[in-house]
């Protein structure tokens, strides 16, 4: 297995973009990360999608965008793993070009989610929950996290009040990110009155539904640096799943595939939580963040809430989490998420990320959730030396 690195990276905005098609947003991204890696071709194209049938009418992701970069006639295939595609179309790629299959190979996540009714995209969304026994039954995906966080609310005795510092840690960091949706600063005061969307949940526990697109490319080691002055080396790339339905789980407070691809991913790097730099974790709903970061390893079961409260996921702190504001902060699109949070990392990594940047980062983690859980992909990812 050969190493791999990324070389080049590219983002659009995050936010509700009337004007962009589903084709222009993977295009920008696409076309950024190849000016920032200096390169014009590739051996394939991976995209990571959820629900570009369903929100924008386009499927056959894979000859439509390249064609739109100008890559007509290379190896290209939509991935779909719900919330965590992108992620999971990385992971492919990944192994792509350790194997030797492929020498370059550009990743790109892309969801358009505000051309349709807000009913009918969360209609998509759950559909990455069991289809007979949670959406046929009506929960929706905010619901079905709603029970999760009663549950935990229950059993280790927090206040729903307590999650607030994640969403106010998301929005502060936002506001240092120019591409991110929302760049306005809240309090715990606001959070305690927020419209609730579905009991304990309220608006701002839950990260927007948005358009965007988020791109990376990578490459062998032996010739990243032929492209690149500060590649990102990918240590580890993992994934794990569990059921699909919570009431499958054998402990529904702890996140199994997060918990089995964090080890692995630890295991295949070398390391341990501990030498963990920065952490972007799935801030779907705050429930995710404390589930996240238990199953991690950064905090004891039921102990994730006590991370935020004591301000250990700040900029400056311990663990700092969404330094770029996250799901929460940055916004949502859901098949292009886990490659914001993996360009983000490498942004802190390669000393880019302007008021956000964290001192001496060498190390990140990248983790990206699909369903309530269901599947899980892991990458951490280190600066080189």
Same mark, same amino acid.
């Given at each position: 297995? @050969? ?68 890559? @007509? ?41 505000? $051309? ?41 005795? =927090?206040?729903?009040? $307590? ?26 005061? $606001? ?58 789980? @054998? ?49 004891? @079961? ?81 600066? =080189?030396?």
């Amino acid at each position: 297995m @050969r190493n791999v690195s990324i070389i080049g990276i590219g983002q659009t905005q995050v936010g509700e973009l009337w004007e962009m098609s589903l084709r222009d947003l993977g295009a920008q991204a696409v076309r950024a990360a190849m000016r920032d890696a200096h390169i014009e071709n590739a051996d394939a194209l991976y995209i990571g999608n959820m629900l570009s049938g369903e929100a924008a009418g386009q499927a056959h992701l894979g000859p439509l965008m390249a064609e739109a970069v100008g890559l @007509r006639g290379v190896e290209a295939v939509k991935v779909e793993a719900a919330c965590g595609s992108a992620a999971y179309a990385l992971r492919l790629a990944y192994l792509a070009v350790a194997g030797g299959m492929h020498d370059t190979v550009i990743v790109l996540g892309v969801e358009k989610m505000t $051309d349709r009714a807000p009913g009918r995209v969360t209609n998509g969304l759950v559909t990455a929950a069991d289809g007979e026994t949670e959406a046929a039954q009506g929960l929706s995906f905010v619901s079905i996290n709603a029970l999760l966080m009663q549950r935990y609310l229950h059993e280790f005795g =927090w206040a729903h009040r $307590d999650f607030a510092q994640f969403a106010v840690n998301a929005h502060l960091n936002a506001a240092g990110n120019p591409h991110a949706m929302f760049h306005n600063l809240i309090t715990p005061a $606001d959070f305690d009155k927020a419209k609730m969307v579905a009991s304990p949940i309220n608006l701002l526990d839950s990260s927007p539904m948005a358009d965007g697109a988020a791109a990376v490319i990578i490459t062998a080691d032996p010739i990243a640096k032929e492209f690149a002055e500060r590649p990102v080396r990918i240590k580890a790339s993992t994934s794990a799943t569990d059921s699909i339905a919570l009431a499958d789980r @054998r402990d529904l407070l702890t996140l199994d595939a997060a918990r089995k691809s964090a080890l692995k991913a630890y295991d295949i790097a070398g390391l341990k939580p501990a030498d963990i730099d920065l952490f972007e974790l799935h801030d779907a709903f705050t429930i995710m963040s404390a589930l996240s970061l238990e199953a991690a390893g950064f905090a004891e @079961r039921g102990q994730g809430v006590r991370l935020a409260l004591n301000d250990d996921i700040g900029i400056e702190g311990r663990l700092p989490i969404s330094t770029m504001g996250g799901l929460k902060g940055r916004g949502h699109p859901v098949g292009a998420t886990g490659l914001y949070q993996v360009v983000e990392a490498a942004q802190q990594l390669r000393g880019q990320a302007g008021r956000n940047q964290l001192q001496n980062a060498r190390i990140a983690m990248a983790q990206n959730i699909g369903g309530s859980g269901a599947t899980v992909t892991t990458h951490i990812l280190e600066a =080189w030396r």
